[in-house]
Structure formats: structure tokens, C-alpha cells
């Protein structure tokens, strides 16, 4: 954390390995106190922003309860400039991905047991649900989640020296997120996704009343909304046909819950040059799932006399 803007991605790998280190002292207060709210780039961009949000998610997906309690509480830190800030990532539109939104879904996906509702998720968005979407999407799409640690390859001996490098660390979704995700895209075909319990568009701040003929109260859709959500349909359209959302549902869920029947051979392998190390299915509290896989990156190698 010596390093301006903060480099986190050792404490990133670190969550993953040995999360219980993350609750001493006030330890996870500190990263969203001093790193998540931080408006000073020099100390903390949005590299740094998205390893805090990692390190959230990673410690609330390790499966013990009282560690999603402590994010839960942590995440009640979180100032109204990171809101804001992170509402300015809706300005990019289709130019890049929507990174911060789709590490907030991950992190409050595990933090609530995988019981968020699309409801919420366009909270998370205020209301944008092409943001929404395509953060769904974007997690689905990515299929697992990355650290870099450092490893030795080589141990000293005489006449040479001991060689270090980093590896990539590939861990695939567990089914619960999946789950979740597939629950989700399925949220944008319900109504309560478009229209209050009043008839109205769940998204429009301005309610228009009047009385019907019949003497009663009655909701009256104003005349534009109905060109609005016929504009709101296509733009959930175009990006459910860009995004080929129903085939990574489809593969998503295939590796999810067949995994088991295909063995190792359908699990990411070693290369030939062994760049890729083979770990196979692991039984998890979910049941089996392809383990970590690992790759080295040679670009960055340290020798130690």
C-alpha cells in the first residue's frame, strides 16, 4: 500500500488464501474508510477501487457467516461520493465495461447469500437497466475471477540462484452466483421490473392521477410512457442480442451443473509448454467444481541471490 496510486493485488490474493487475516483490527474499515472513499486519484483510482471491491467479494464468498456479516457492516461505511462516483461509470455507455458495477454485484451478491432481486440491482444502477443488464451479463461472461501470486519456480542451488514469478490464479464462479445471475436476467421479464404495484413506470418520479368515469381513483399512464417503454424494450433487445445472453446462460449453466459428468477433460488443462497447471475437480460445499488453475506470467520474473 506503500505504492501511489495503492496496488492491492497481493492483498487480493491474499483474501483468497487466508481471508481470516482480513478481520484484525479494523482492517476491513480501513480499506473502505481510506481506499474505497477516497477521492484522491494519486492514492486510490479505480484500479485500486476495484482490487477493495475484490477483496469484499472474495471474503464473503469464503463461506463463513460471520465474515459476511463483517462485510455487511463494513459496506456501511460507504460515502455518498463512491455512490456518486460510482454513478458516473453509467456516462460510458457501450464503450467499455461496466467494471465497478459488475465488482459491486459480485460483492453484495455473495455479502446477501445470493438472494439479490433484479429490484435490487436497479437500485444499484438508479434505474438504468442497461446498465443493469449488461453488469449481469458482464459477470456471466466472465466466468470466474483472477489474482496474480508470487510463486518460486526455481530453488537456489549452487552456482544459481533462486527464480520467482508470478502466476495467474483462474478460480470459476460457484453455482450459487451462477444461480443468482440466471435469476436475475429472469427478473427483467417480470413486470415489477418495469411498473410499481401502481400501474406506473417503476422508474418514473412523476405520478399522474386522475378519476375515471366510474367515480373511482384510477392510475392513468401518462401518454409518452408508452413510446418510453416500447424505446426501453428495444434497448434490452439490442443488448440481449449483442451480448448472446441466452447462449452464456446456456453455457454458464451447462459447466455449472454437468461439470461433474464430463470429468476433467471438460476443466482448463496444462498447455503443452506448461504455461497452465491442471487441478482437476475440487469438492466444494456446493459439490464438485473445476479447482483454481494457474498460469505463469513471464513478463514478470525475480531472481534472488
Known amino acids: 500500500m506503500l505504492s501511489r496510486p495503492a496496488d492491492l493485488s497481493a492483498l487480493v490474493t491474499l483474501s483468497q488464501s487466508k481471508p481470516e487475516e482480513f478481520f484484525v483490527d479494523d482492517t476491513l474499515h480501513v480499506l473502505v474508510s481510506k481506499l474505497l472513499n477516497c477521492r484522491n486519484e494519486q492514492v486510490s483510482d479505480k ?48 464503450e467499455q465495461e461496466p467494471e465497478l458495477h459488475k465488482s459491486m454485484l459480485l460483492l453484495l451478491a455473495r455479502a446477501w447469500n445470493y438472494k439479490l432481486k433484479t429490484e435490487d440491482l436497479l437500485e444499484l444502477t438508479r434505474g438504468d437497466r442497461g446498465l443493469a443488464l449488461d453488469s449481469v451479463v458482464g459477470v456471466l461472461e466472465d466466468g470466474r475471477t483472477y489474482a496474480t501470486e508470487l510463486v518460486q519456480s526455481r530453488k537456489p542451488g549452487e552456482g544459481a540462484v533462486a ?21 436475475l436476467v429472469r427478473g427483467f421479464t ?16 412523476n405520478r399522474r392521477h386522475s378519476r375515471g368515469t366510474n367515480g373511482g381513483n384510477r392510475q392513468d399512464l401518462a401518454l409518452f410512457s408508452v413510446d418510453e417503454f416500447s424505446a426501453e424494450m428495444d434497448s434490452l433487445l ?68
Not at 415489477?192 to 413506470?201: I, R
Request: glycine share 10%; proline share 5%.
Open 47 to 94: 484500479d485500486t477501487k476495484l482490487d477493495v471491491l475484490a477483496i469484499l467479494a472474495n471474503l464473503s464468498g469464503s463461506g463463513d457467516a460471520r465474515a459476511k456479516e463483517e462485510v455487511r457492516t463494513a459496506l456501511q461505511g460507504v460515502s455518498e461520493w463512491f455512490d456518486d462516483y460510482l454513478a458516473g461509470e453509467q456516462g460510458d455507455g457501450l
Open 238 to 305: 439490442e443488448i440481449t442480442l449483442r451480448s448472446r445472453v441466452i447462449e452464456k446462460l446456456s453455457v454458464a449453466l451447462d459447466a455449472c451443473l454437468f461439470c461433474t459428468q464430463y470429468g476433467q477433460e471438460a476443466c482448463p488443462g496444462m498447455d503443452e509448454d506448461g504455461t497452465a497447471k491442471e487441478t482437476g475437480l475440487v469438492q466444494t460445499r456446493w459439490g464438485l467444481q473445476p479447482g483454481p488453475t494457474r498460469t505463469r506470467i513471464p513478463t514478470k520474473t525475480y531472481h534472488v541471490v
Open 190 to 205: 417480470h413486470p415489477a421490473s418495469y411498473f410499481a404495484g401502481d400501474g406506473n413506470p417503476s422508474s418514473s418520479k
Open 163 to 183: 527464480q520467482w514469478e508470478h502466476e495467474l490464479i483462474c478460480r470459476q464462479h460457484e453455482k450459487p452466483l451462477v444461480l443468482q445471475l440466471c435469476r
